[in-house]
């Protein structure tokens, strides 16, 4: 069975071929990240469940989402907001020092931790849920070279969010309109709503639960 990506995480905009962009420094990003902190923390690694972690995540997918917020692709207020007035070259910078700092891992429940491994490891085969794995790698730590999101460590609410929007997306019109609202991947339609379709509440909770969890 064909893996699909899962999610998500903030954050989500995985198709990146075309961009050419200017080579990142993280220590002028470390500066231009400081108006990030409040939502994002003053590493990348956010203190509240709604808003994505940043650390650790991959430079070329973070750089993608931040274009995708310049260009109108993604849509957000306060994303689009922030990058209205951001360079490629402060985007790139800012990608830069993202990618450079560590993730903090939480704790997952741990009466969600099987069922979510289960699912992450391994899909739901019965009901045509794809393994996480297969595209976000087996510790979360995504593929950075195809722009596929790392996930481990990433807030449990967030990823429940984004997943419940995909979900959405996947079954009716009305959804596609809530997918573009919540943050979600605006340039692969199809590929995480028709998944996402699939899930039920429980196993949305139980994985988001396990990667919130997930260690390199």
């Known amino acids: ?71 109108g692709a993604r849509e957000n207020a306060i994303m689009q907001a922030q990058v209205a007035s951001m360079s490629e070259q402060d985007m790139a910078d800012l990608a830069a020092y ?41 510790a979360g730590a995504g593929i950075a ?5 790392a996930l481990h460590g990433q807030q449990a609410q967030y990823i429940e969010d984004q997943l419940r929007a995909f979900r959405a997306a996947g079954r009716d019109d009305l959804g596609a309109q809530a997918y573009r609202r919540n943050d979600t991947d605006s340039d692969a339609p199809g590929m995480m709503q028709s998944i996402a379709a699939k899930l039920t509440d429980r196993e949305i909770k139980a994985v988001a639960s396990f990667i919130s969890g997930l260690s390199e």
């Open 145 to 149: 070279a195809a722009g596929f999101p």
């Open 98 to 138: 993202f990618a450079s700092q560590t993730v903090e891992v939480g704790k997952a429940d741990p009466e969600l931790v099987e069922a979510g491994a289960r699912l992450y490891r391994g899909g739901n085969l019965e009901s045509g849920v794809s393994a996480c794995s297969g595209c976000h790698g087996p």
């Open 1 to 71: 069975m064909k893996s699909l990506k899962l999610f998500a995480l903030m954050l989500a905009g995985l198709s990146t071929a075309g961009y050419v962009h200017a080579a990142g420094d993280a220590e002028a990003g470390e500066a231009k990240a400081a108006v990030c902190a409040a939502c994002h923390g003053p590493n990348g690694n956010s203190q509240v469940g709604m808003y994505p972690k940043l650390a650790g995540q991959g430079e070329k997918y973070l750089l993608k989402q931040l274009q995708d917020y310049k260009s």
